[in-house]
């Protein structure tokens, strides 16, 4: 299982983008895909999941009502939309992938994707 993400770029405050992370191999209905971000010398954030059976999907109260994660099946691709940056966002954005939410929401999941750069200026 391998996890590419792309999308990364330097942008200013207020703007958005979109990040993306195309999984390879099958995803099954119980996975969880997710996102999380870290500042070198800090520890590593969750920021979103989404559960890919359903569809469900969760948040960090430091993104809620800024960020969308979403899934296309049938890429195998889970998106981030960011909306309203914030210099504090900036940060290397990594996908995860695991089968149990608890594991994956903690940090500890079985996959993760090289991460991508995000530079938020002000």
């Known amino acids: 299982v391998q996890l590419q993400a792309s999308g990364g770029g330097l942008v200013q405050a207020g703007d958005s983008l979109r990040l993306s992370c195309s999984a390879s191999?099958?995803?099954?209905?119980?996975?969880?895909m997710g996102w999380f971000r870290q500042v070198p010398g800090k520890e590593r954030e969750w920021v979103a999941a989404?559960?890919?059976?359903?569809?469900?999907?969760y948040y960090a109260n430091s993104v809620k009502g800024r960020f969308t994660i979403s899934s296309d099946k049938a890429k195998n691709t889970v998106f981030l939309q960011m909306n309203s940056l914030k210099p504090e966002d900036t940060a290397i954005y990594y996908c995860a992938r695991d089968s149990d939410w608890g594991d994956l929401v903690a940090g500890k999941a079985d996959y993760w994707g090289q991460g991508t750069q995000v530079t938020v200026s002000s």
């Open positions: 191999g099958r995803i099954y209905s119980s996975a969880v």
């Open positions: 989404i559960r890919w059976g359903v569809g469900t999907t």
